[in-house]
C-alpha cells in the first residue's frame, strides 16, 4: 500500500505564488509517474502536470510556463511550484502515484483570491 501526504496549499492573491508537496511512502515501484491534478467547484478533476521518474514532464496547456512540477526521488517527494496564480487557479489539487498500481492523496485547497 502506498500513502501520499500533499501539503502547501493555502490562500494567495493573483499573481503570487505557492509551493505543494506530496510524499509518498509505502511500497513504491522504482519506476513510476507522480503527478498532480486539481478540481475546481463544480468541475470535473483536470490534469495539472506530472513527471516520470528519470524526470520528463508533461503540463497541461493552462499552466505552462507558469507552474514547474519536480521531484525528489531519494525522498519519494514530488513538488508543483506555482507562479503568476490566477482565479481560475483555485481547486483542490491531488497528488497521483502511478507505478504497480493507482494512488491518490487527500488533497490540498488552493484559494487565489484577493
Known amino acids: 500500500q502506498v500513502q501520499l501526504v500533499e501539503s502547501g496549499g493555502g490562500l494567495v492573491q493573483p499573481g503570487g505564488s505557492l509551493r505543494l508537496s506530496c510524499a509518498a511512502s509505502?511500497?513504491?515501484?522504482?519506476?513510476?509517474?507522480m503527478g498532480w491534478y486539481r478540481q475546481a467547484p463544480g468541475k470535473q478533476r483536470e490534469f495539472v502536470a506530472d513527471i516520470t521518474s528519470n524526470g520528463r514532464t508533461s503540463y497541461a496547456d493552462s499552466v505552462k510556463g507558469r507552474f514547474a512540477i519536480s521531484r525528489d526521488n531519494a525522498k519519494s517527494t514530488v513538488y508543483l511550484q506555482m507562479n503568476s496564480l490566477k482565479p481560475e487557479d483555485t481547486a483542490v489539487y491531488y497528488c497521483?502515484?502511478?507505478?504497480?498500481?493507482?494512488?491518490w492523496g487527500q488533497g490540498t485547497q488552493v484559494t487565489v483570491s484577493s
Open positions: 497521483r502515484l502511478r507505478g504497480a498500481g493507482e494512488f
Open positions: 509505502g511500497s513504491i515501484f522504482s519506476i513510476n509517474i
